[in-house]
């Protein structure tokens, strides 16, 4: 299968679906029209709604053009001047905790054994995304702004009480999250609940996603990919989803039993060893982030103060 994203742009005041092949982005509907389809083409968002019941020839129109384009067959030249979109907005973002035996190490977090254990879940606001290049703001009452880079697994079919074994069946795609959390947020003392992720985690800009929307079919190995977090160009957090605790199909059925899933949610999987409060250092205006998964690309993100 030839790799693809799908992603959304803004060019001259339009917005449009982009078609990501090789890194490089190119209109997706002017594909299209010299190779399969010139009937107009949905959003990304629209796409994965409709992923399990009307998206499945779209893609494969839209894989067919990334072929093409690989094979040099198109007269298409790639886009110039645009801005990346966060690729769809999510429905929900479901976030997995302590996810990764070194990430739960260098937080001093005791876990129980994985077999008397569950995927600890927590919801971060949906409002928080923002694409690849946006401002990432600390806010003005934070001192510990970190980051997390993390696989994100988007949902495209609507399923309770999952089984494992059929999770996949029920993953429309991927892209990468960098969970953005503020670390001294997060706790509280004001309570005897002593942690707040949705606080420390869910402000404006907190959610950095993209830069496109990878379909399953293009991963073959999701739970052996090289996942990395650079600042200031220094390698912070280099790990491989094989490191996950709890796997993203445990992950799945774990939320079903809970809920139903619906297409459009994104699950954050985790984040392996690496973060800034594990090293004593923290985010300040100036700084860069790039967060990067094989298999997808990467997105970047400077920091201002708010």
């Known amino acids: 299968m030839t790799w693809f994203g799908i992603a959304t742009y803004q060019l001259n005041g339009r917005t449009a679906t982009g078609l990501a092949v090789g890194g490089t982005l190119y209109d997706a509907q002017a594909a299209l029209r010299q190779t399969a389809s010139a009937a107009p083409l ?60 070194e990430h739960a190490r260098e937080m001093g977090t005791e876990l129980a054994p994985r077999e008397e254990s569950t995927p600890y879940m927590f919801m971060k606001a949906e409002t928080s995304v923002v694409p690849t290049l946006a401002d990432v703001v600390i806010p003005p009452h934070a001192q510990r702004v970190d980051w ?72 073959a190995e999701p739970q052996n990919l090289r996942m990395r977090l650079a600042v200031n160009g220094e390698m912070m957090q280099d790990g491989n989803t094989s490191e ?47 967060a990067s998964i094989d298999g997808i690309g990467s997105i970047e993100n400077p920091l201002v103060a708010g």
Not at 183 to 210: A, E, I, M, Q, V
Not at 246 to 253: C, H, L, R, T, V
Not at 276 to 287: E, P, Q, S, T
Request: charged letters at 20%; proline letters at 5%; glycine letters at 10%.
């Open 244 to 290: 996950m605790i709890f796997n993203i199909a445990e992950q799945i059925e774990y939320l079903s039993t809970i809920l139903t899933l619906q297409p459009g949610d994104l699950i954050a999987t985790g984040t392996p060893t690496g973060v800034g409060m594990g090293r004593g250092i923290y985010l300040k205006a100036g700084d860069v982030m790039v």
């Open 42 to 101: 949905a959003d990304v968002g629209t796409l994965i709604a409709a992923w399990e019941t009307g998206s499945a020839a779209t893609v494969e129109r839209l894989e067919a053009a990334a072929r093409a384009i690989e094979a040099g067959t198109l007269d298409i030249a790639p886009l110039a001047g645009h801005t990346l979109c966060v690729p769809y907005q999510p429905r929900r973002i479901f976030a997995a905790a302590s996810n990764y035996y």
């Open 148 to 219: 997390e880079v993390e696989l994100a697994v988007v949902i495209g079919r609507t399923g309770r009480h999952i089984a494992k074994e059929d999770a996949y069946e029920y993953i429309a795609g991927y892209t990468i999250l960098n969970d953005v959390s503020a670390r001294d947020l997060n706790r509280r003392t004001d309570y005897p609940f002593k942690h707040d992720w949705f606080r420390g985690k869910s402000f404006d800009t907190f959610g950095p996603l993209g830069p496109w929307f990878v379909p399953r079919a293009c991963i």
